[in-house]
């Protein structure tokens, strides 16, 4: 089993920064990928960025260059570093991980809000 707690969210002015955090507990050798989504009330989610046990990145088109996924392996902790934030960056922000036994995201935060005025 896998435990993940986000922290970080808040509000922010656009063109602002934030950063949030996802702590993971448990059997956490057992990762190999950690990914952001984000959800807005009524829509679905997406996928934000992802990151692997050996530090490869993917980000959607629409943060590439704003934000940036990263992972401290001695602290079980992976952070999305969000610059120039954007209104429509709004969302519940979930971090999700990945087994390497996988094809999917097995285990879920409860998600951390981004609130981005404008």
């Known amino acids: 089993q896998v435990q993940l707690v986000e922290s970080g969210g808040g509000l922010v002015q656009a063109g602002g920064s934030l950063r949030i955090s996802c702590a993971a507990s448990g059997l956490t050798c057992s990762i190999n990928t950690v990914g952001w989504y984000r959800q807005a009330p009524g829509k679905q989610r997406e996928l934000v960025a992802t990151i692997t046990s050996g530090g490869g990145t993917n980000y959607r088109d629409s943060v590439k260059g704003r934000f940036t996924i990263s992972r401290d392996n001695a602290k079980n902790t992976v952070s999305l570093q969000m610059n120039s934030l954007k209104p429509e960056d709004t969302d519940v922000y979930y971090c999700?991980?990945?087994?390497?036994?996988?094809?999917?995201?097995?285990?879920w935060g409860q998600g951390t809000q981004v609130t981005v005025s404008s």
């Open positions: 999700a991980a990945r087994l390497r036994t996988s094809n999917t995201f097995n285990y």
